[in-house]
């Protein structure tokens, strides 16, 4: 089973703020949080990854709680290029393990 | 470029039959993966190797199997015994310097 929970499906409107939820709260100390997207039938993207400190890139940012429980990713002007499928994971840096992904938040933005 | 590749972008399979997916990957990483992906439905494992010359089952390995004889290459098969094995499949890849997944574009198996 994955270990996040997301919500399945969201709306946005076009250049607002789109905000996505993820809860891990069995996370461990040494796993990190990522997030991927999909856009239909191509493989999925990396977008962004923490530990426990708030991350920016171009793409996006990512908000972590100081509990580590739960996560934010968050795509500060949404465009209809962003509607994809986003996946939450967490793992441990340097594990090349079993990487599960959950089913992911569809990600509907709007005119 | 560097990069993971999938071929064939589509694939039929007829009854009885068994097909081969191939993941080519240049980026000198030492795990690769194995997804398969059902129409609406999230990625579940099939087969994941951390090294050349060995490999780990995944959550529905059931039907399938694969070999790494080289640190490029993943192929997987889809057996006879894969009894519903229409799916869009995908490989990945992992390094342990870049702990980014790359995947490659998909395989989009059918059954005729």
């Known amino acids: 089973d994955a270990k996040t929970t997301q919500p399945p499906s969201m709306d946005c409107a076009e250049g607002r703020a789109a905000n996505l939820p993820c809860n891990h709260s069995?996370?461990?100390?040494?796993?990190?949080v990522y997030w991927y997207r999909q856009i239909h039938s191509q493989g999925p993207q990396y977008i962004i990854h923490g530990l426990k400190n708030n991350e920016t890139n171009e793409m996006a940012s990512l908000i972590i709680t100081e509990d580590r429980k739960s996560s934010t990713l968050i795509l500060p002007h949404a465009t209809l290029r962003d509607t994809a499928v986003y996946y939450c994971i967490v793992s441990s840096w340097g594990s090349q393990g079993n990487l599960i992904f959950g089913k992911g938040t569809k990600l509907s933005v709007k005119p | 470029d560097g990069g993971i590749t999938q071929s064939p972008k589509y694939l039929f399979r007829k009854e009885g039959q068994n097909v081969t997916l191939s993941c080519e990957q240049n980026l000198n990483h030492d795990a690769m993966y194995w997804y398969r992906q059902d129409p609406g439905q999230g990625l579940r494992l099939i087969y994941y190797?951390?090294?050349?010359?060995?490999?780990q089952k995944g959550d529905i390995a059931e039907g399938y199997s694969v070999s790494r004889e080289k640190k490029e290459s993943f192929p997987l098969t889809v057996t006879s015994a894969q009894k519903n094995p229409t799916a869009f499949y995908l490989c990945?890849?992992?390094?342990?310097?870049?702990?980014?997944?790359?995947f490659g574009s998909g395989t989009q198996l059918s059954v005729l």
């Open positions: 190797s951390q090294i050349v010359n060995d490999f």
């Open positions: 069995t996370i461990s100390g040494n796993e990190y």
């Open positions: 990945a890849s992992l390094g342990t310097t870049n702990e980014k997944l790359f």
